[in-house]
């Protein structure tokens, strides 16, 4: 009921075998049926249409899940048989937290379990992976054409560059709380300029509600799962519930020859050919381990692994970048209404009543989504205090490692005042570290945008399988950068709520994390106790020169083969200022020109 039938039918169709192509060996095989490789897919099936295309996905078809379909149920698959479930290794400088790592384990990936935040960074940001890889197909304007080419806006011209024919769905979001009229005017007092029309066009500096990934047909979650595969022709098979254990290669016929991928091999020993290439979409978590149990990454793992070395990698499953947050809670006035009881008393008669307006496609509590942005450079949330930003720069410059071009260029958005280094995000609903104390909330959620630690991703040793899960490692707050900017955002919360109109919508003292919290050491404390991801993992793959710590060349071609790909955010090189679901369909979008135009020369 929720999804389109046509989708829920070319699934099918694929499952039982029916399909066309099912009965061929594909030419293409896609591991993983994610945010990116659906979309991928999708693209291969209409511009190779002679070709076969097949899509090998671990987790199940979930067409009918209401947790994922309705956007105000966003977050209420994390943790569940939809998550891979993975989690960080303790981390020191967080008291030795485990950190969750949520990642979408079902059709559609994690763009499926996402908070449906649609956004985009900067175009210097952008820019500099062209200026990394040194090809001008990764420029700002190629992204942008691509991200475009992905997004069909439904709302009114807004003066924001938006697509209008592309599969995924974006609109202004039909729910948004009455305090919220607070949010733009005292930013604007703090002296961030309102920013309407430039959010998503490449200049993010500033504050304003943003657009979310909604199909507003029915006001469900548009992803690439019921978006872009049911435009899928019948040359694409997509396989549920199956995982890939590794890349299968032909024998080299020299000793330095490029490796030619011939297929991959599945956790129960089947084969699986491919004519033409093997692409892998499987995550930022899951692409390198991929590539380490198939004999690509670095010697010394591999060989305590007991795995041949196929290819000498060092750089798989390194760069790992993530943003960090911290929440500041704060309860509201008596007589405002606020998203909570629809997370802490969802059986409850107001809750039920909601969902049944959602139900009948009417305006619900259950359509509300992240509305209420800010992009900020350090400038602006210092006020202009060119001390304090050289501090904090100089404090960055020494956690930069001499000679990673990666912490370069961090370094140079320093500098570039129009690449946002801090975001806050207003929430309607309590979510702080600790206990839901009963009532209704509003949250400031501040991240850093470019931390300067860098950690990884590998497989286990000692249990070299595709069962057993990664040892992700991101060296959080590793640095004393990370820390204060961490602490500055959550400073910068704290006075947005004393500001006016703001201070008018909440009531008591601050509730998270509290206003006995004042000296640096109980900041720092603080921070490091309830430190949280924003689960945006990227760089494992990364596109860079394979001398600079490069995984994929320009064409996403893996260093060493002909014809292995990875399509995903692990190729995403420097952590960009913007929720990551956007950049992953863009980049689906460019590698399937890629592939498509090598494609025609054998179709």
């Not at 069909?152 to 919220?180: C, L, M, W």
């Amino acid at each position: 009921m929720l999804i389109p039938s046509n989708c829920l039918g070319l699934v099918l169709l694929a499952v039982a075998g029916i399909a066309d192509a099912a009965n061929k060996d594909p030419d293409y095989i896609i591991v993983g049926g994610g945010t990116a490789g659906l979309a991928l897919a999708t693209r291969l099936s209409l511009g190779l249409p002679k070709a076969n295309i097949l899509v090998i996905e671990a987790g199940p078809a979930a067409p009918d899940e209401v947790r994922i379909n309705v956007p105000g149920l966003r977050g209420s698959t994390l943790g569940s048989e939809y998550d891979w479930g993975f989690a960080t290794v303790p981390q020191p400088p967080l008291g030795n937290r485990t950190i969750d790592v949520n990642r979408g384990k079902v059709l559609g990936g994690s763009a499926a379990l996402n908070y449906l935040c649609y956004d985009r960074a900067s175009e210097a940001e952008y820019e500099s992976w062209g200026n990394l890889i040194g090809s001008s197909q990764w420029s700002s304007s190629k992204l942008f054409k691509a991200m475009l080419k992905s997004e069909n806006y439904t709302s009114p011209a807004d003066g924001n560059k938006h697509g209008t024919s592309g599969p995924i769905r974006s609109t202004y979001n039909r729910v948004v709380p009455d305090f919220f009229s607070a949010w733009k005017p005292t930013l604007k007092k703090l002296g961030v300029p309102i920013n309407d029309a430039g959010s998503l066009s490449g200049k993010p500096v500033g504050v304003s509600y943003q657009t979310t990934n909604i199909d507003p047909t029915r006001y469900t979650r548009s992803n690439s799962f019921n978006s872009y595969l049911p435009l899928a022709g019948p040359n694409l098979v997509v396989r549920p519930n199956t995982r890939v254990a590794k890349v299968e290669f032909a024998k080299r016929t020299k000793p330095n020859a490029p490796l030619k991928a011939i297929g991959v091999i599945l956790e129960d020993g089947t084969k699986i050919p491919a004519s033409q290439e093997v692409i892998l979409s499987a995550g930022s978590v899951q692409s390198p381990g991929l590539l380490e149990l198939s004999g690509i990454g670095s010697s010394s793992l591999l060989k305590s692994a007991n795995i041949p070395v196929l290819q000498d990698l060092p750089s798989v499953g390194e760069n790992y970048q993530d943003h960090i947050r911290l929440s500041n809670v704060y309860k509201l006035k008596s007589g405002l209404a606020s998203f909570d009881p629809m997370i802490y008393d969802n059986a409850g008669p107001f809750a039920t009543a909601q969902f049944q307006l959602w139900l009948e496609n009417k305006i619900s509590w259950y359509d509300y989504t992240s509305t209420a942005y800010s992009f900020m450079n350090w400038n602006q949330i210092f006020s202009g205090n060119k001390t304090a930003v050289s501090a904090l720069t100089k404090l960055a410059q020494s956690a930069a490692q001499k000679k990673n071009v990666v912490d370069a260029t961090k370094i140079d958005y320093l500098s570039d005042p129009s690449v946002p280094q801090l975001e806050i995000i207003m929430e309607a609903n309590f979510v702080g570290a600790y206990a839901y104390p009963g009532g209704n909330y509003t949250t400031l959620l501040s991240s850093v945008m470019h931390p300067m630690s860098r950690g990884s991703v590998h497989i286990n040793p000692s249990s070299p399988s595709i069962s057993t899960k990664p040892i992700i490692n991101p060296n959080y707050l590793s640095n004393e950068y990370d820390l204060q900017a961490l602490i500055a955002g959550a400073k910068f919360s704290r006075k947005i709520a004393t500001t006016e109109p703001f201070a008018s919508i909440i009531e008591g003292s601050e509730v998270e994390p509290g206003l006995n919290i004042q000296t640096e050491q109980q900041w720092r404390d603080f921070a490091k106790s309830t430190m949280g991801s924003f689960y945006h993992p990227v760089g494992t793959c990364a596109m860079l020169p394979q001398k600079d710590g490069g995984v994929v060349n320009a064409d996403l071609k893996v260093y060493g083969t002909e014809n292995l790909r990875v399509v995903d955010c692990s190729v995403i090189p420097v952590l960009p200022s913007a929720h990551i679901q956007t950049a992953a369909y863009g980049i689906a979008e460019i590698a399937a020109e890629l592939v498509i135009k090598e494609g025609k020369k054998k179709f």
